[in-house]
């Protein structure tokens, strides 16, 4: 009867990685062991490069010629079974044949995933470094979740804004996800800013490209279609309007959150007022959803707000009221 073996996933990852790579190896081994073990993979990211160090050995040992092994399992591998660990695994590295160590490497590290999520709050902004050597800015009340798999770099903005200085890596590409919006980053640095389905990219540095999220076809550019931008260069999606759009802006532009200004061009005031309220702790609200449509061009410094919310009635056709902890902002009389 084979001696109870320790449970690799108690164990250090080179003893489990040790462990498993004899188990794979076992004509007696339980038929959810490769499951079990892609499971183990998946716990922490250590656990790849471990079994890979592990099947790199025993190539090596099962490349020496047979009188060396045999020597050598007979030096580690005495008889008595309650000894199976460490001494019998040397012996199994001597003895097993390693062809398929190979295959289930390459398979363990196409599968490997590594995930994190990031969120802020309300006028909170953070700076994240990401596993690849990329650096991740995030504005207020932004929420993001990186995929790092061996052949890419995904990333998710659910909401708010974030700025990339993204690590070069030209075997897995860098892409942004925001909402109907994908940006495939080319060495570069960029800021991506997404309310609702309304998504900005601002690009500092480098060039981006950008086209529908996972094929979604946006406006009148279709899915297979890409868009390029560069540095000096905005592209704009609005939902409501014919897809994308590029203009020229100072390459500045796409950090000036990070130096408390918020700037827009010709953007909805739906917009304008939902990327306020992630700055500011005095929530905005637009009484008539019509106003929304209503297009606004400035600069908005959250720190000294009601300096614009008393120029806005001479901007645009509005008033402003507050009450209850907000500001309520509704049609100008005779503006209905």
């Known amino acids: 009867m084979e001696p109870k073996r320790p449970d690799p996933t108690s164990a250090t990852p080179l003893r489990a990685a040790a462990d498993w790579w004899v188990r794979l190896r076992d004509p007696r081994r339980a038929a959810d062991s490769e499951e079990r073990w892609l499971e183990w993979n998946g716990q922490d990211p250590r656990h790849p490069d471990a079994f890979a160090r592990v099947s790199e050995l025993g190539a090596q040992l099962g490349a020496l010629d047979a009188e060396t092994r045999r020597s050598l399992a007979r030096e580690f591998a005495p008889a008595q079974p309650r000894r199976w660990w460490p001494f019998a695994l040397a012996a199994s590295f001597l003895l097993a044949a390693v062809a398929v160590g190979t295959v289930l490497r390459d398979r363990l590290r196409a599968g490997a995933v590594e995930s994190a999520s990031y969120a802020t709050e309300v006028a909170v902004d953070r700076d994240v470094a990401l596993s690849d050597g990329s650096q991740v800015a995030l504005g207020g009340a932004t929420r993001l979740t990186t995929r790092y798999t061996s052949a890419r770099r995904d990333v998710d903005l659910g909401a708010g804004e974030a700025y990339f200085r993204v690590a070069h890596d030209k075997a897995r590409p860098f892409i942004v996800a925001a909402g109907k919006i994908s940006i495939r980053a080319v060495g570069t640095a960029f800021n991506v800013r997404r309310t609702g389905e309304r998504v900005t990219i601002a690009v500092a540095e480098g060039r981006v490209r950008v086209a529908g999220s996972e094929g979604a076809a946006i406006g009148k550019v279709a899915a297979a279609d890409t868009l390029e931008a560069v540095a000096g260069q905005q592209i704009s999606f609005d939902p409501r309007a014919s897809g994308l759009t590029v203009s020229a802006i100072p390459p500045n532009r796409a950090t000036s959150w990070r130096e408390h200004r918020l700037e827009f061009v010709n953007?909805?005031?739906?917009?304008?007022?939902?990327?306020?309220?992630?700055?500011?702790?005095?929530?905005?609200?637009?009484?008539?959803?019509?106003?929304?449509?209503?297009?606004?061009?400035?600069?908005?410094?959250?720190?000294?707000?009601?300096?614009w919310l008393r120029a806005l009635p001479k901007i645009l056709p509005v008033h402003v009221g507050g009450e209850s902890g907000q500001v309520t902002i509704s049609a100008a009389r005779g503006a209905r």
């Open 267 to 307: 953007e909805p005031l739906d917009s304008v007022v939902a990327n306020i309220n992630r700055y500011s702790t005095r929530p905005l609200v637009l009484a008539d959803a019509k106003l929304g449509t209503l297009a606004f061009t400035g600069t908005v410094d959250p720190g000294a707000l009601d300096g």
